[in-house]
């Protein structure tokens, strides 16, 4: 339960949300509140890697190749890749993070 009420705080500052809430969105709620949830986990979380392995793989599968919102800088996308690789195991170039030729 910790986990949860780290996410409601790191997450969710700006909501009034309990961690009962966030745990029930995780498991049963709609496809619109695990995106949203996801995002913000993305965005905020200070352990983002475990607090995705709380989706299953299908939605992990179907969130992670969301588009992400056009503002968000590169460094979300580097991160994001990362986060595919380390969790669905998507092979996908990294801009930055790739072996220098010497």
């Not at 352990?47 to 503002?71: C, I, V, W, Y």
Request: aromatic content about 12%.
């Amino acid at each position: 339960m910790q986990q949860f009420e780290r996410i409601c705080k790191e997450c969710f500052w700006d909501y009034a949300i309990s961690p009962e809430e966030v745990q029930k969105i995780i498991v049963d709620g709609s496809y619109l509140d695990k995106k949203k949830l996801f995002f913000k986990i993305l965005f905020n979380s200070t352990d983002r890697l475990t607090d995705l392995k709380l989706f299953s793989e299908e939605d992990l599968q179907h969130l992670l190749n969301e588009p992400l919102p056009a503002a968000k800088s590169t460094y979300i996308e580097r991160r994001l890749g990362v986060l595919k690789y380390l969790l669905i195991h998507e092979k996908t170039p990294v801009k930055g993070l790739e072996w220098k030729k010497v």
